[in-house]
């Protein structure tokens, strides 16, 4: 897919740079590049189509968290470039999609980008990962099950998710996208493979890759250093054969 975005800075060379990567990366398109917020807004009216901002954050007039506040509820997202890190967690309560703390190289850059491109993609396909379906809303626990769910954050939600109705765990950089039984839709939560893996009982799941932890009852079949689960094939990776086959083996 194709995100087309735009820069903002008041400082000529950051903006340069900023534009220099967006041009570097093929699945970004540089609508428009501007020097101050007040013209990035009129510009947002002028371009509907803009789906990104790369936005610096202190600049004279309106500033970049205020631009965000004002288009939070559009379609746009945000990722913020700037020399401070104190607003970092402002930039968490709009919606910012990734923080930059200048100086930044073109890596980082690409780390950001990626993590848009994941969550525009997800948003293309039909998945909304700020309004989870029904099916996975919270619900209340009966006092006998505190072991039987676990909470996951998506956007602003403690989302309530029964352990047995998580398929697999698919990690992407900052996010996981956790893909259920009950819905055709994964959920889309700020948190890290690592941090899921210590949340899932050991029992139940199992980690099969840097990119994957599985559900083991809803494994469907086995083939060679592969996994098959609601019909995806789910690769095993060499880090961690060796336990998966020491599971392997009690299925012959």
């Not at 510009?43 to 936005?55: D, R, S, Y």
């Not at 007039?61 to 401070?84: C, K, N, P, Y």
């Not at 980008?113 to 626990?141: H, M, N, R, Y």
């Amino acid at each position: 897919m194709t995100i087309r975005c735009i820069a903002v800075d008041d400082e000529p060379l950051a903006l340069g740079l900023v534009c220099s990567f967006i041009n570097q990366t093929p699945f970004l398109e540089l609508v428009g590049r501007y020097e101050s917020a007040v013209a990035a807004l009129r510009a947002l009216h002028e371009h509907p189509e803009v789906q990104l901002l790369f936005l610096d954050i202190k600049m004279p007039d309106l500033s970049g968290l205020e631009l965000a506040r004002v288009i939070q509820s559009g379609q746009q997202r945000v990722i913020f470039t700037t020399a401070f890190n104190q607003y970092a967690l402002e930039g968490f309560r709009v919606d910012a999609l990734d923080y930059l703390l200048k100086p930044f190289n073109y890596e980082e850059f690409l780390r950001a980008a990626l993590k848009a491109k994941a969550f525009f993609e997800l948003k293309q396909a039909g998945t909304s990962p700020a309004a989870p379906t029904p099916a996975a809303a919270p619900l209340p626990a009966p006092a006998d099950s505190a072991n039987d769910h676990i909470y996951l954050k998506v956007e602003y939600q403690l989302v309530r998710v029964a352990i047995a109705d998580i398929l697999y765990v698919e990690g992407l950089k900052d996010y996981v996208k956790v893909h259920l039984a009950s819905q055709p839709r994964p959920l889309l939560s700020l948190t890290s493979l690592r941090s899921m893996e210590e949340k899932l009982p050991g029992r139940q799941f199992m980690r099969i890759h840097r990119s994957y932890i599985i559900g083991l009852d809803h494994i469907q079949a086995i083939g060679r250093g592969t996994v098959q689960i609601k019909g995806e094939t789910i690769p095993v990776s060499d880090g961690y054969r060796e336990t998966f086959d020491q599971f392997f083996s009690k299925w012959k």
